[in-house]
């Protein structure tokens, strides 16, 4: 009997047997005998240590394995807050995404931050999306904008894209990166044939849904046209290209008086070519002349000027101490008036060379 204790309490006694860190005031030997107060002060360390130096007391330092855990531990015992689905999502297309088995099995709703990753099945559609992890309720499923959590519109989730959605007390939030990650509002170029999903093409359409695209709407509001019923306007960009706003007093594309006020967000102008006072004369255009200044004699007389098609000609002059023939000293003319016939004006291009994408606003 006294051998079969001493055994006992060296299995206690050796950390790599008993996987605990415990230890006893007597180190008995076999063939010698014990003490029996030797014994009783070794079988309670054993006690005490087994109360408070064990997983059941709290201390889970020498934990390295659980493998006869058949329930998992919830998130308030320290379990983790994240469980891994795999491609086992049902009714993504149909805005009712459903997520069915999970890793582990304890998915449950019962603390803020618990999360699910899983991999879509489909894109989603335009419009709010729901999601249902495990049969504990359909809730909504939020996208992350700069404005805070707000429905999804399409285009956020696609077919094979690993997503995460975490439980925030009252819905879901999708907390890895959308598919498209522009925020609401929020215009970019295109060099496809139409706009992916979750954006619209800035034509200036003034049909747009406030119930399908709330978050757009909440952030241009009224600043590109009118709402008319349920819909609203979004920008007109059609062969335009874009400025930052001139503000602060900058002046530097506002021109007073001209076509384009760019000190305001929704105001366009600009125009593709401008008419100059370019003329082609023809051959045998006259020209008043108000004056031809003698720089020698300082005396102005009047004259006569006509041109053909590249060159103009002084025909005539009445000035002291010059000779049409001969030459004379330097002279100005100034031409007051307009042709008397002939002459053309020709539209001046004011495009410089560009590329043709589209352009897009995320809604």
């Keep these: 009997m006294k051998k079969l204790l001493v055994g006992l309490f060296m299995l206690f006694a050796s950390p790599a047997l008993a996987g605990v860190s415990c230890s006893v005031p007597f180190n008995l030997t076999n063939g010698t005998t014990a003490d029996a107060s030797q014994v009783m002060a070794n079988y309670n360390a054993i006690l005490a240590c087994l109360a408070t130096g064990t997983a059941a007391s709290g201390v889970n330092n020498d934990i390295t394995a659980l493998n006869a855990l058949t329930t998992p531990l919830t998130p308030a015992q320290g379990g983790n807050f994240l469980v891994f689905s795999g491609t086992s999502v049902s009714g993504t297309v149909t805005g009712a995404t459903a997520v069915g088995t999970t890793l582990p099995s304890s998915f449950a709703l019962s603390n803020v931050g618990v999360a699910v990753t899983y991999v879509s099945d489909g894109a989603n559609p335009a419009g709010p999306l729901t999601l249902n992890v495990r049969g504990t309720g359909t809730f909504n499923f939020y996208r992350p904008t700069p404005s805070g959590p707000v429905p999804m519109v399409g285009g956020e989730i696609v077919t094979g894209q690993i997503v995460t959605a975490t439980w925030d007390g009252a819905e879901y939030q999708m907390t890895s990166q959308p598919a498209l990650g522009y925020a609401p509002g929020a ?28 978050t757009l709407f909440a952030n241009i509001g009224t600043l590109w046209g009118t709402t008319i019923g349920g819909d609203f306007t979004i920008p007109d960009l059609r062969g335009r290209g874009t400025f930052s706003r001139d503000s602060s007093g900058s002046g530097r594309i506002t021109a007073a008086g001209g076509n384009f006020d760019g000190t305001a967000v929704g105001n366009v102008g600009g125009q593709q070519n401008n008419v100059l006072n370019k003329v082609n004369f023809a051959s045998g255009v006259t020209f008043a002349v108000s004056g031809i200044t003698n720089f020698e004699s300082n005396v ?51 495009l410089s060379n560009a590329g043709i994408v589209i352009k897009c606003i995320k809604g």
């Design 187 to 214: 215009v970019f170029d295109y060099a496809g044939s139409a706009c992916p999903a979750g954006s619209l093409e800035t034509t200036g359409s003034s049909t747009v849904s406030t119930a399908t695209y709330p």
């Design 300 to 350: 102005t007389n009047s004259g006569t000027i006509t041109g053909g098609v590249s060159a103009l000609q002084l025909n005539s002059v009445s000035s002291p101490g010059f000779n049409l023939s001969t030459g004379g000293p330097n002279f100005t003319v100034a031409i007051q008036g307009t042709a008397a016939s002939g002459g053309t004006s020709t539209p001046l291009p004011m």
